[in-house]
Protein backbone atom coordinates (compact mmCIF):
# COMPACT_ATOMS: atom_id res chain seq x y z
CA UNK A 1 0.00 0.00 0.00
CA UNK A 2 2.53 2.63 0.56
CA UNK A 3 4.55 1.94 -2.80
CA UNK A 4 1.34 2.00 -4.71
CA UNK A 5 0.80 5.89 -2.47
CA UNK A 6 4.57 6.56 -3.06
CA UNK A 7 4.18 5.87 -6.83
CA UNK A 8 0.65 7.65 -6.90
CA UNK A 9 2.18 11.03 -5.65
CA UNK A 10 5.29 10.48 -8.11
CA UNK A 11 2.92 10.05 -10.57
CA UNK A 12 0.55 13.19 -10.27
CA UNK A 13 3.88 15.22 -9.20
CA UNK A 14 5.39 14.21 -12.57
CA UNK A 15 1.98 15.30 -14.67
CA UNK A 16 1.59 18.66 -12.69
CA UNK A 17 5.20 19.74 -13.57
CA UNK A 18 6.16 21.85 -16.46
CA UNK A 19 7.93 20.27 -19.56
CA UNK A 20 11.09 20.99 -19.96
CA UNK A 21 12.02 21.47 -23.98
CA UNK A 22 9.90 24.25 -24.91
CA UNK A 23 12.73 25.87 -26.72
CA UNK A 24 14.07 22.57 -28.30
CA UNK A 25 14.20 22.93 -32.30
CA UNK A 26 12.28 20.24 -34.63
CA UNK A 27 14.98 19.43 -37.33
CA UNK A 28 12.02 18.35 -39.44
CA UNK A 29 9.66 21.37 -39.38
CA UNK A 30 10.15 23.21 -42.53
CA UNK A 31 11.73 26.80 -42.41
CA UNK A 32 9.82 29.91 -41.34
CA UNK A 33 9.61 32.87 -43.43
CA UNK A 34 12.02 34.44 -41.88
CA UNK A 35 14.36 32.10 -41.23
CA UNK A 36 13.96 31.65 -45.39
CA UNK A 37 14.82 35.53 -45.42
CA UNK A 38 17.91 34.97 -43.52
CA UNK A 39 19.39 32.23 -45.88
CA UNK A 40 18.71 34.32 -48.61
CA UNK A 41 19.28 37.10 -48.01
CA UNK A 42 21.38 40.12 -49.19
CA UNK A 43 24.83 38.51 -50.94
CA UNK A 44 28.00 38.82 -49.36
CA UNK A 45 30.40 39.24 -52.24
CA UNK A 46 29.77 39.74 -55.67
CA UNK A 47 28.06 37.48 -57.95
CA UNK A 48 29.95 34.81 -59.75
CA UNK A 49 29.32 33.77 -63.23
CA UNK A 50 29.90 29.82 -63.87
CA UNK A 51 28.13 29.01 -66.98
CA UNK A 52 25.65 31.05 -69.62
CA UNK A 53 23.50 28.53 -71.77
CA UNK A 54 21.62 30.92 -74.78
CA UNK A 55 19.34 28.81 -77.03
CA UNK A 56 17.43 31.20 -79.31
CA UNK A 57 15.52 33.49 -77.22
CA UNK A 58 15.59 31.20 -74.03
CA UNK A 59 19.00 32.85 -72.13
CA UNK A 60 19.88 31.41 -68.37
CA UNK A 61 22.84 31.59 -66.56
CA UNK A 62 24.47 30.16 -63.13
CA UNK A 63 24.95 32.63 -61.00
CA UNK A 64 26.15 31.93 -57.21
CA UNK A 65 25.56 28.39 -57.71
CA UNK A 66 21.81 29.29 -58.87
CA UNK A 67 19.86 28.74 -62.45
CA UNK A 68 19.09 32.48 -63.27
CA UNK A 69 16.93 34.70 -66.67
CA UNK A 70 16.23 37.93 -67.21
CA UNK A 71 14.28 39.66 -64.21
CA UNK A 72 15.18 37.17 -61.33
CA UNK A 73 16.73 38.14 -58.44
CA UNK A 74 19.56 36.98 -56.38
CA UNK A 75 19.81 38.57 -52.86
CA UNK A 76 19.86 42.36 -53.59
CA UNK A 77 20.73 41.96 -57.55
CA UNK A 78 18.45 41.73 -60.25
CA UNK A 79 19.63 40.19 -63.54
CA UNK A 80 18.66 42.86 -66.10
CA UNK A 81 20.77 41.10 -68.91
CA UNK A 82 22.41 37.65 -70.36
CA UNK A 83 24.52 37.71 -72.88
CA UNK A 84 27.28 35.57 -74.25
CA UNK A 85 29.66 36.77 -72.52
CA UNK A 86 28.91 37.91 -68.81
CA UNK A 87 25.57 39.02 -66.95
CA UNK A 88 24.19 42.47 -66.46
CA UNK A 89 23.10 43.16 -62.98
CA UNK A 90 21.60 45.40 -60.78
CA UNK A 91 22.05 46.21 -57.17
CA UNK A 92 21.88 49.35 -55.05
CA UNK A 93 20.84 51.40 -57.80
CA UNK A 94 23.98 50.87 -59.98
CA UNK A 95 24.00 48.90 -62.92
CA UNK A 96 27.20 46.31 -63.16
CA UNK A 97 28.19 43.75 -65.38
CA UNK A 98 30.29 40.20 -64.28
CA UNK A 99 31.93 38.50 -67.21
CA UNK A 100 32.21 34.62 -67.63
CA UNK A 101 35.48 33.94 -66.96
CA UNK A 102 37.63 32.01 -69.27
CA UNK A 103 38.11 28.33 -69.42
CA UNK A 104 42.05 29.28 -68.75
CA UNK A 105 40.73 31.50 -65.61
CA UNK A 106 38.04 29.29 -64.45
CA UNK A 107 41.08 26.64 -63.86
CA UNK A 108 43.07 29.21 -61.45
Known amino acids: ?20 GGDLHDPTR ?6 TRIMHGPLIAEPRVSAIFLSG ?8 DRLVKVGDTLGDFVIDEITSTGVRYRS ?3 LKFIALPSAHEALR
Open 1 to 20: MRNTTLTLTLLIACLGAPVA
Open 30 to 35: PPTAQA
Open 57 to 64: TRKVAIVN
Open 92 to 94: AGH
